[in-house]
């Protein structure tokens, strides 16, 4: 039992050491409360370029992509700590291009928001990501979530038209494909994870989500 206790330790310690950049991101989001951002809802941190009129908008495009991640796949447990940017240069600070990103770390979620994701479908997409994470435990989802599973379903709360079911055109090879090479976030990759989990029945996602925090297998799971 001890020699099991310290291999995980060791482990953990190498994960650690090797995600250091995305480590040093998570810290700067944890200590966000101590930066120029202002708290503009609970546990919501803005830009101070930001006005008072931007602010209450951030808000309500915050909410409304909590709202259809609610109504997709039930409500939402996860409170991870948002971050939204006003610049490029603010959000690679926090390690987010222009869009977003989600740094999922054992510190906990953390959402930074880029000036080109201040929409309800980049929010909606990753808050998905955040609520996933934690339901299924930082290190379950290290080493049993694949990238292509993870993006898949954050593309069911996102409407951007590339990623639409119906402006899909890819081969079935093409498809299969992301599952056995490396996700290379091109948008052919975003698409083919977004076919591969057109059949998952969100009704029981989260449930689901709870056999793989118990340790079934995700092919077994979801029937991928």
């Known amino acids: 039992m001890f020699k099991l206790k310290l291999f995980l330790l060791l482990f953990i310690c190498s994960i650690l050491v090797l995600s250091g950049i995305n480590q040093r991101y998570a810290l700067a989001c944890e200590l966000i409360e101590y930066s120029s951002f202002s708290e503009i809802s609970p546990n919501v941190f803005a830009s101070p370029s930001f006005n008072s009129e931007q602010k209450e908008k951030l808000i309500s495009t915050i909410n409304l992509g909590k709202s259809r991640v609610d109504n997709t796949f039930g409500h939402m447990i996860s409170n991870p700590k948002v971050v939204i940017a006003a610049n490029d240069i603010e959000a690679s600070y926090f390690g987010s291009n222009s869009y977003g990103n989600a740094l999922l770390t054992p510190l906990g979620q953390c959402i930074v928001f880029g000036p080109k994701g201040q929409n309800v479908d980049v929010v909606a997409h990753e808050y998905t990501h ?3 994470h934690y339901r299924v435990g930082w290190l379950n989802h290290l080493l049993n979530v694949p990238i292509w599973f993870n993006e898949g379903v954050a593309l069911l709360v996102d409407f951007r038209k ?3 079911l119906e402006n899909i055109d ?5 498809i299969d494909d992301v599952k056995s090479n490396s996700f290379n976030f091109s ?14 029945d969100k009704s029981k996602f989260y449930r689901n989500l709870e056999k793989l925090k ?7 799971v979801f029937f991928l």
């Open 130 to 132: 955040a609520e996933v």
């Open 162 to 164: 590339p990623y639409l």
């Open 170 to 174: 890819l081969s079935m090879e093409e």
């Open 187 to 200: 948008i052919s990759s975003y698409q083919a994870s977004r076919a591969l989990v057109d059949d998952i």
């Open 214 to 220: 118990q340790g079934q297998d995700i092919n077994s």
